[in-house]
């Protein structure tokens, strides 16, 4: 198949979500929700009334980044969003920007401190 069929197949497939609420995973392992309204053959995409949800542990927020612009090499997935279904599990707790910035901060520290711990105990050799 050449290039050409392969951009035609790509753009066609992103075709079926335009207008529909998405998910798209980010390389850097954001996750960003909004309405495709555009797209390229790059997979350049823009989100109409895009958030960024951020979750740690339990606590959820749902960041607004209003229109949105996408690179499409920083595209891992792009997924349609089921409006039927909650989108997330019932013990989840929404929280405000400054708390889930917070509770990142914590998250990261203690991640700092496992790897500074076990960095320090590799000469025990436990395994």
Do not use: H, W
């Amino acid at each position: 198949m050449s290039l050409a069929g392969e951009d035609i197949y790509l753009s066609t497939s992103l075709a079926s979500y335009l207008d529909k609420k998405l998910l798209v995973l980010l390389r850097d392992g954001r996750k960003l929700m909004g309405i495709l309204r555009s797209f390229d053959q790059f997979a350049n995409a823009v989100l109409e009334g895009a958030c960024e949800r951020v979750i740690v542990g339990e606590l959820y927020c749902d960041i607004p980044l209003g229109l949105y612009v996408i690179r499409g090499e920083n595209v891992v997935l792009i997924g349609e969003l089921d409006l039927e279904r909650e989108e997330l599990p019932p013990q989840m707790t929404c929280v405000s920007a400054a708390e889930i910035r917070r509770a990142q901060k914590a998250e990261r520290e203690a991640s700092d401190l496992k790897g500074t711990m076990r960095k320090r105990m590799e000469f025990l050799d436990l395994d």
